[in-house]
């Protein structure tokens, strides 16, 4: 955690002498803190963490490296705090403080500058250490064991929500700590909808079913998707996953240190194009997965920078085709010094079940 705290300064720089961080994930990543009533307050040389009664005791058992201070009133506690300390300029999560809690921020530090914090704190989380890439990794493998149990229950006739909820109940069985996101199960018509979460449809046969699943583990997501037909696929069907499945492991070959999150999202996207689908795929390449499924770098056309060994991201090109349907094929990778490695376990080759 130390280690942690000395690279946010390292990012901050100059910038501020005073930072505070407000969002779960940014304080469980610092002090190790999972409630969800946690504020950091730092300075180069000391830190602060507070919270209300209800987590005092987990705060006193969780948060080792930092001073921890129960709050009736959190800005007040934070104004004496930060003249007592002498903050001038004090960064702050804008991604994530609200307007009306920066209000009431100000209100108690007056005359004291505060500065919004946002490409700093993006980076912060982006280049992952071995303790998370295991827990990464552990998640994925609970996802994925959840899926070879849901499988058979992927017939004519069941319910998405159904497959939805035995996706969920299992991951919890296997250890994990809940659904990452809500699951998506998107049958026949409605694979075609990229972030259709499980509806109260009914699968037929003859669909094709995208499954968009993830758990968290000790505080860590795991996101993977996969396409399943029920029945035999016809041939428009297996065609377009053949598709997507080269798009797929076109930007998987293209993940290595240096190359830029354009031309990641280009081996993909260029390939789907080339097939004669260009406006079928609308969402990015993949994005990064942490604490947070969804964390800087974003995988797309529009974005810059490029990937480091350390990072995990998701790759996931789909096609979607209105009233049709659609496939996605998504894993999760970790850049290493001459590639990356899949950490999403499951099978990729074209599964029909019943
Ligand atoms: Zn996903
Ligand atoms: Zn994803």
């Known amino acids: 955690m130390k280690k942690r705290i000395k690279k946010l300064w390292q990012l901050l720089d100059a910038a501020a002498d005073g930072m505070l961080i407000t969002s779960p994930e940014n304080v469980r990543y610092l002090c190790g803190f999972s409630g969800t009533e946690g504020t950091i307050l730092l300075t180069r040389q000391e830190g602060f963490f507070l919270t209300d009664g209800r987590y005092t005791t987990q705060a006193r058992e969780q948060v080792r490296q930092l001073t921890v201070i129960t709050f009736r009133e959190k800005y007040r506690e934070l104004g004496r705090l930060i ?60 996802a994925a064991q959840s899926l070879q149990e849901v499988l058979p229950i992927i017939r004519p006739g069941v319910r998405e929500m159904d497959v939805a909820c035995e996706f969920e109940y299992c991951m919890k069985k296997n250890g994990g700590e809940g659904a990452a996101f809500q699951i998506i199960v998107a049958s026949g018509y409605r694979a075609a909808l990229p972030h259709g979460v499980a509806s109260l449809k009914k ?94 770098p974003r995988v797309s056309y529009l974005a810059d920078g490029a990937v480091a060994a350390g990072m995990v991201i998701t790759i996931e090109p789909g096609i979607y085709i209105p009233g049709w349907g659609g496939v996605r094929i998504e894993d ?13 376990p499951g099978d990729k080759h074209l599964l029909s079940v019943a």
């Open 83 to 142: 003249r007592k300390l002498r903050i001038r300029n004090l960064g702050f999560e804008a991604r994530h403080l609200t307007v009306a809690e920066l209000q009431d921020l100000e209100k108690e530090t007056m005359p004291m500058t505060l500065k919004p914090c946002t490409v700093v704190l993006d980076q912060l989380r982006m280049v992952k250490d071995a303790s998370e890439i295991v827990l990464l990794r552990k998640a994925a493998c609970i």
């Open 203 to 296: 699968i037929a046969a003859g669909e094709a079913v995208v499954i968009d699943y993830g758990t968290m583990y000790r505080g860590y997501a795991s996101d993977e998707t996969r396409t399943i037909f029920v029945g035999r696929p016809t041939a428009r069907q297996k065609k377009i996953y053949h598709i997507v499945r080269e798009a797929h492991d076109r930007a998987i070959a293209a993940v290595r240190p240096g190359k830029t999150l354009k031309m990641i999202d280009a081996a993909a996207r260029g390939y789907i194009e080339k097939q004669g689908f260009k406006n079928y795929f609308n969402h990015g390449t993949g994005h990064g997965v942490g604490l947070a499924v969804h964390e800087p």
């Open 332 to 344: 999760t990778v970790v850049v290493r010094a001459r590639g990356c490695e899949i950490i999403t």
